[in-house]
């Protein structure tokens, strides 16, 4: 089973709103990720968990929380966003460490704000 | 950091003909270089991947190789078909870094019946 999986596949939230995004992988990965994709752009990183503690911080606005409450969780909170937030959110998961790296992506939220 | 750029940025293909995609590097320490496949609408799916002390990898149609001297590798698919038609996105990274992958800006493959 290599499926990372993200809900709810479609969002769309108003600026005063507070949503979660949430993913899921039951693959034993120790890392996971949550990486923001605007159209015809590569996935650009926002945070890296690695062994359930937060590692990278992509200088993302706070607007933006991040939280992995197991191994196999991970939520991101949205309060006040911008229209320019919208975009595909992915989530991906790896081992963490070693030559083991294969990042793996779930299908991703698309996030519209309005 | 690490910086990749990925060439072409468009490309259409007829069935049956081969297609390539060139990514070059510029941290001569990343040593691992993952090719992502990205259907409209969904995420980028893992297709093949190459490690840097092998200089070519095949997986049934799709092949990869590696120039570590000249930091570049590449992507080939042979006999396309139209379901090739994806967003084809390169990567670098050093293995076991936590701080993963850098992408290319991504190659829109056509595939015309």
């Known amino acids: 089973d290599t499926e990372v999986t993200q809900t709810p596949k479609h969002l769309v939230m108003g600026m005063t709103n507070k949503k979660s995004l949430k993913c899921e992988q039951h693959?034993?990965?120790?890392?996971m990720y949550w990486y923001k994709q605007k159209a015809k752009k590569p996935p650009e990183l926002m945070f890296v968990?690695?062994?359930?503690?937060?590692?990278i911080n992509e200088s993302v606005p706070s607007r933006f929380s991040p939280e992995c409450p197991n191994s196999s969780l991970l939520n991101l909170h949205l309060h006040a966003l911008q229209p320019e937030d919208s975009a595909l959110y992915l989530c991906?998961?790896?081992?963490?460490?070693?030559?083991?790296?294969?990042?793996?992506f779930g299908q991703g939220t698309r996030l519209t704000v309005v | 950091g690490e910086n990749v750029e990925q060439h072409p940025s468009t490309l259409s293909v007829q069935e049956g003909d081969s297609a390539v995609i060139k990514c070059t590097y510029s941290d001569s320490a990343s040593n691992y270089f993952p090719w992502y496949k990205q259907e409209l609408g969904k995420g980028p799916q893992l297709i093949i991947d190459?490690?840097?002390?092998?200089g070519e990898k095949k997986d049934q149609r799709i092949a990869v190789t590696l120039n570590k001297t000249a930091k570049h590798f590449s992507l080939h698919i042979t006999e396309t078909q139209p379901e090739d038609s994806a967003v084809y996105f390169c990567?670098?990274?050093?293995?076991?870094?936590?701080?993963?992958?850098?992408f290319g800006s991504g190659t829109q493959l056509t595939v015309l019946p």
């Open positions: 968990y690695s062994y359930e503690k937060l590692s």
């Open positions: 991906a998961s790896s081992q963490g460490r070693g030559l083991n790296t294969e990042a793996f």
């Open positions: 190459i490690r840097s002390n092998v």
């Open positions: 693959m034993g990965h120790r890392a």
């Open positions: 990567a670098a990274t050093l293995s076991g870094s936590a701080r993963q992958l850098t």
